[in-house]
């Protein structure tokens, strides 16, 4: 009778402490997996016409308010029980672009990967060690390699819409990517945005198994670059 009883208390308190698991885990696993902080595209809510021609050197340069420059990338999580969308940017960001005869002829951008922050610390430390592996890998980078029209684009304001093919290095790895950009001219300004959906095991990064969530495979990088001639 005695060692009855003991297993149905013994039996009562696991069940305690699994409910109490099963509340708490997905609790702690969403505090330190918000959404993140994502760069979003360009608005040309406020812009105004073009004061300055097209032609000649931009420079990448960071600035506050609307559109400000900013990369970063975005992706699904799995996490027991829950699916969600994280995202990370930063603003160091350092490049240029080439405008001949209103074709863009030559332009490189390269991210700090050691910047990147999203909305928690500790996610951001394990993103950067161990997954893009900033030791190893500090800068991604884009690289425009085919001219590009840029005569259509509008001078009164308006945002337009040009194709870029370039290469696309992440995590040391390098891959062609052919995507739209927003362009807009806005007074002394060049801004220029895009979403470019990217594959994490085309550049060899990998998911690691220390962390409760896992990353989809299918994900994005964001960008938003403000340009001026210097």
Do not use: C
């Not at 040391?172 to 801004?191: I, M, Q, S």
């Amino acid at each position: 009778m005695l060692k009855n009883r003991k297993f149905v208390i013994t039996a009562f308190v696991v069940a305690i402490v699994l409910i109490a698991v099963v509340g708490v885990v997905p609790a702690v696993i969403s505090a330190f997996t918000g959404p993140g902080v994502k760069t979003e595209g360009l608005t040309d809510e406020h812009a105004k016409p073009a004061e300055v021609s097209l032609d000649g050197d931009w420079e990448v340069v960071r600035n506050r308010g609307d559109n400000a420059t900013s990369v970063g990338f975005t992706f699904p999580e799995l996490l027991p029980g829950d699916r969600r969308v994280t995202s990370g940017s930063t603003q160091q960001i350092t490049g240029g672009v080439r405008v001949e005869d209103e074709k863009l002829v030559d332009g490189t951008v390269t991210v700090d990967m050691n910047t990147i922050e999203s909305d928690n610390e500790r996610r951001d430390i394990n993103v950067r060690n161990k997954i893009f592996e900033t030791d190893k890998f500090p800068t991604s980078e884009f690289r425009v390699t085919e001219p590009a029209d840029l005569s259509g684009v509008p001078d009164d304001g308006n945002a337009g819409e040009v194709e870029l093919t370039g290469e696309l290095t992440i995590h040391g790895v390098t891959r062609e990517v052919t995507a739209p950009f927003k362009v807009l001219r806005d007074r002394d300004r060049v801004v220029v945005s895009s979403t470019i959906p990217v594959n994490r095991l085309d550049y060899e990064v990998e998911t690691p198994d220390f962390v409760a969530a896992t990353i989809d495979e299918q994900g994005e990088i964001n960008i938003r670059l403000t340009l001026r001639q210097p």
